[in-house]
């Protein structure tokens, strides 16, 4: 169903809101695309309602010409005016910060997905929400096996191990260990062997990230043999580390926008704003 814009006005922005397994992403932007604030609040058990109170929280003052919701829940945001998936949404604030870009990889809380793009359009994807030995989900278990918080996930093996000269160099790795099991629950026990064995935590973190980076290549299949510049979003680019074992596993390297994890929302607030400006 269209949206049903309102009044056009100075102040009028147009909103985007990513309603994910992990949490709820907002973007409003002006009419030229620019965004005018950004919120992120983290999912409950009541998603519409979380959502809900984001958007009145963060546009209550604002003159709202559309909204477009996206994300696992988006069919439950009935003060939406409509609902998009998130495959065309992350292509498309994707493409509108690299309008050069070929594909995007994006790994969030409960799935991954690999979108190839033509002129800035999905041209095809190929998605993994089945299994979640490639998606954020198995860097969460084996954090809380590992004793680290969220944040501390997101800084783990950013500390390099300290060369000969004694000077730490901030773009190296700890070697990562070797994580055989593709599945979460039997590899969670892999983890709870090499704990036994003394294996320091980050060492056990990169051996994860880059088990999600091969999951990750292996859903793409041949679609993984193209050219051109592949961006890297969703919450798990925050994560320090995943950027390297993708780029490794890839054998190229990624870009990362600013703000991954609100490329979906982006999306959807632009889509919100073209389709109000169709009429």
Avoid: W
């Amino acid at each position: 169903m269209p949206i049903q814009c309102k009044m056009t006005t100075m102040h009028n922005v147009y909103v985007g809101i990513d309603a994910g397994s992990r949490a709820t992403k907002l973007v409003a932007i002006h009419a030229d695309g620019k965004v005018v604030h950004r919120a992120r609040v983290d999912q409950s058990v009541q998603p519409a309602v979380t959502a809900q109170k984001l958007f009145e929280e963060t546009c209550g003052t604002m003159q709202v010409g559309g909204c477009v919701a996206t994300g696992h829940a988006r069919n439950m945001l009935t003060f939406a005016d409509r609902a998009v998936t998130e495959i065309t949404c992350h292509a498309k604030g994707c493409a509108s910060l690299y309008p050069e870009a070929e594909a995007v990889i994006e790994i969030g809380g409960q799935d991954s997905k690999f979108i190839r793009l033509q002129q800035g359009r999905v041209h095809d994807f190929v998605m993994n929400d089945r299994c979640a030995a490639g998606t954020g989900r198995f860097l969460e278990v084996v954090a809380v096996r590992l004793g680290l918080s969220l944040a501390e996930l997101q800084e783990c093996g950013h500390s390099s191990p300290q060369p000969e000269c004694g000077q730490e160099c901030p773009h190296s790795f700890p070697d990562p260990v070797s994580i055989s099991s593709v599945c979460v629950v039997f590899a969670e026990t892999e983890v709870i062997g090499l704990l036994a064995t003394g294996t320091p935590p980050a060492t056990i973190m990169r051996g994860v990230q880059r088990a999600v980076a091969m999951r990750v290549v292996a859903m793409m299949g041949d679609r993984r043999h193209l050219q051109g510049e592949i961006i890297f979003t969703g919450g798990v680019a925050h994560v320090h580390g995943m950027k390297d074992a993708l780029e490794r596993a890839l054998g190229r390297t990624l870009r990362i926008p600013d703000q991954p994890q609100y490329t979906g929302a982006l999306g959807a607030a632009l889509i919100a704003r073209d389709e109000c400006c169709k009429l």
